[in-house]
């Protein structure tokens, strides 16, 4: 199966409600999609809230949806929208570009929020210091540094199969870990992670 047919079937699991699928999706392309905001937006953490809207709203929208042949394609587009929307308030609203000025606030939590998603973090943390090396190696590169699946095959000189193994494999073991220790989805997880600057992995 080449990486699109791949990534049509993957659409059509999220389409189903396969939160397995749609984490799959989102570890793939959100490193795509980050990338392209900032080209739009000059701003980090303004491109990572975007990038997290266009998952939001794929999860959100997954029931009006139809299979579509190529799923980066209607991210892309998104998060083009998003980022265009955003653009034209700030040509008429002065909040929204003092947003992009002051490259938007770091936090969004109370000092109490904070404190209890230290803990889950440090919690986490600790389960990928069990994972094995590789594994822990490539999910850094693709959710710290941003690169896609073929950009760590490149830089590691293994398959982009294998690195999608290894992303499975990691996000095997975070769901079952989150799940029976913290009481919480995966899908939860990525959604409270990306709007705390407490998280690093």
Known sequence: MTGSQADTATWRLILEGNEDAFTELYLEFSPVIKRLLISYLKSEPLAEDLSQEVFLQLWD???????????KAWLVT???????????????????KSEILRSYPVSHTRPDEDLILKDYFVYIEATFQRMPEQTRRIFKKCREE????????????ITRDAVKKHMVRSMKILRETLQRDLGITLTIYWVVAVYSPTMHF
Do not use: M, S, W
């Not at 929208?61 to 799923?71: D, S, V, Y």
């Not at 998003?82 to 929204?96: G, I």
């Open 61 to 71: 929208e997954r029931g009006k949806l139809g299979p579509i042949i190529a799923p």
């Open 78 to 96: 998104c998060a083009r929208h998003k980022a265009f929307n955003f653009l034209k308030r700030c040509a008429v609203d002065q909040a929204a």
């Open 146 to 157: 941003y690169k896609t699946y073929d950009e760590v095959a490149a830089e590691l000189n």
